[in-house]
């Protein structure tokens, strides 16, 4: 039986003229086209919904991204009568699936060292408390081993499937979207109002991106880079590139975040876990001061050092520095620190240090400054914080509170976590909760 079209208080104008702008280029359907793009459809051209029954239920999903086909395959599961399309303005769909996690699609965490939400998503952790209540990350693990993905869980905590392939993920969604009639259009230029709409556009680099949105009334924080390596001018510190230190703690002076974990020296800079979460947790800070700051490096992740200091010496008072290194840190590494301290007399011995050099090595091991000078990339996750404000949204739906039948998931509203699977874990989330919503929409208008 056809449903009748929900009567909706709908502000249609500018969301027509968005949808209708989304590209001047003719509309592309994506399974009528060539599929070498790095997908593997495995049944034929999916059938179009009939169209021109303005007594149909019709979704439109605009952004063709993790949030977006999630979303739409679950509305559809959810709500099969539903006539939904997914409408991306570019020529490739899930292109951020296909590369994150070196492209194998870091797509959860098990979030068994999490005890504080806010640690590892510093912007909408407290709506993402609520909604994990509803969708979560087991409900995610279920999900994909249910439509026939295996996964793989590392020690680290981080989830993957076992395929390591994000290709993987990509085929299960696009298996699913065929299976189930979803219409996927590319290039797209759309005339129809539909009876809801769920904005999964993504993150903007720029406010210019969202304007459509605020125009319509929805407050917006300005969106900024999140999740970067940093610069370092510091040729000495560059020179050790590849090497590697675990359980290090990184943090702007007269900031009150640490991040601990391991870091990567590079070629231009610092990277690794340490520095991303940094990145992440200051993202706003380190924008409004264009990328210039000081920061501190605790190279053994641990306060005072003094006593175990002390302990070497007393253990070892006849080797030299260079040959004894603290906190087994790497002997590039120790080698270097010993350089700057010590200015190449590095083949003293350890009883040789008086009070006052004691002091210098502690204070470098555990606040060892540098100063950044820009912002590197980190291409396995492009991430930016800010986007809709949350308080522009119902926090049980998603819906919209300026243009009711508006839904919002994904990296579109402020919400972003640090790297580890926490991103994909909001969109699934969200994109859960927008479906569910309509679904709920729907029936009460049975």
């Known amino acids: 039986m056809l449903l009748r079209r929900l009567d909706l208080p709908y502000e249609t104008t500018k969301l027509m003229r968005f949808i209708k702008e989304l590209s001047k280029q003719p509309q592309t359907d994506l399974f009528q086209q060539d599929t070498s793009w790095n997908t593997n459809p495995r049944s034929g051209p999916v059938p179009l919904p009939p169209g021109g029954d303005r007594g149909r239920l019709k979704t439109t999903i605009i952004g063709g991204g993790a949030a977006g086909f999630f979303l739409a395959i679950n509305l559809k599961e959810m709500v099969p009568e539903m006539e ?21 699609c870091n797509l959860t965490n098990t979030f068994d060292d999490v005890d504080d939400l806010s640690t590892v998503y510093p912007r909408g952790h407290r709506l993402l408390k609520r909604l994990f209540k509803g969708f979560g990350h087991q409900d995610t693990c279920d999900w994909f081993e249910r439509h026939g993905v295996s996964l793989m869980t590392q020690p680290d905590h981080r989830v993957f499937p076992a395929s390591q392939d994000s290709h993987t993920i990509i085929d299960c969604f696009m298996k699913e979207v065929q299976r189930l009639g979803v219409r996927v ?26 304007k459509w949105l605020e125009d319509m009334g929805h407050e917006i924080v300005d969106p900024v880079p999140s999740l970067f390596t940093l610069n370092i ?10 090497t590697a230190v675990e359980n290090v703690t990184a943090y702007i002076p007269g900031h009150k975040y640490r991040s601990d974990g391991a870091l990567l020296i590079t070629h231009w800079g610092l990277s690794g876990p ?23 490096i605790n190279w053994v992740g641990v306060g005072d050092v003094r006593d175990e200091l002390q302990h070497i010496i007393y253990n070892n008072p006849q080797k030299q520095l260079h040959n004894y290194r603290p906190f087994d ?4 590494l120790w080698d270097y620190l010993l350089t700057q301290m010590f200015k190449g007399d590095t083949n003293r011995t350890w009883k040789s240090l008086n009070a006052k050099e004691i002091n210098r090595m502690a204070n470098m091991l555990t606040n060892d400054e ?3 000078t820009g912002k590197g990339a980190f291409k396995e996750e492009f991430v930016t914080c800010g986007g809709i404000a949350l308080k522009s949204i119902n926090p049980s739906t998603l819906e919209s509170r300026h243009v009711p039948g508006m839904y919002f998931a994904g990296e579109v509203l402020d919400i972003d976590g640090i790297t580890g699977g926490f991103n994909f ?21 049975k």
């Open 84 to 104: 939904v399309c997914i409408v991306e303005r570019s020529s490739r769909v899930l292109r951020k699936v296909e590369l994150s996690g070196g492209g194998r």
């Open 425 to 445: 874990q909001a969109a699934w989330t969200t994109a859960h909760t927008v479906a569910y919503a309509i679904k709920e929409r729907v029936r009460e208008k």
């Open 370 to 372: 540098y100063q950044i």
């Open 329 to 332: 840190l790497p002997q590039r």
């Open 274 to 296: 340490a520095i991303l979460k940094l990145s992440s947790h200051e993202a706003r800070t380190l924008h409004d001061n264009n990328y210039r700051l000081p920061l501190c």
């Open 233 to 242: 001018d510091n040729k000495a510190l560059r020179s050790l590139m590849g």
């Open 185 to 210: 259009v590319t290039h797209s230029e759309r005339d129809e109002v539909p009876t809801f709409t769920a904005v999964c556009t993504g993150g903007s680099p720029k406010r210019e991106g969202l």
